[in-house]
């Protein structure tokens, strides 16, 4: 939990999970944004779910209050991460937009 976290100084919590299906990414989001609503303070965090049906919480998660994201320079060190290229331009399209 955050509040572990929290006890044992970490800066950033990342929560990464492996969904069992679509719900489950959206219930990760809301549980982001419900997060950050309820402490009306920033929490910061890094959730993200894996795999090719995460991938969009990787590229959404900032709108639902996930402090940061991240992609691979090389070699993927996990299932669903974009190469750090093709994450600049999705980010750098989705910015243009808020």
């Given at each position: 939990s955050l509040q572990k976290c929290r006890n044992l100084d970490a800066d950033i919590p990342k929560i990464a999970v492996m969904q069992?299906?679509?719900?489950?990414?959206?219930?990760?989001?809301?549980?982001?944004?419900?997060?950050?609503?309820?402490?009306?303070?920033?929490?910061r965090s890094l959730r993200m779910s894996m795999a090719g049906t995460g991938l969009i919480s990787r590229l959404c998660g900032e709108v639902f209050g996930s402090a940061l994201t991240f992609g691979a320079a090389g070699k993927a060190s996990a299932p669903g991460?974009?190469?750090?290229?093709?994450?600049?331009?999705?980010?750098?399209?989705?910015?243009?937009?808020?």
């Open positions: 069992t299906c679509r719900r489950d990414v959206l219930t990760l989001l809301c549980a982001t944004r419900r997060n950050v609503i309820q402490n009306m303070q920033i929490v991460q974009m190469g750090v290229n093709d994450l600049n331009t999705v980010l750098n399209l989705l910015h243009k937009s808020l």
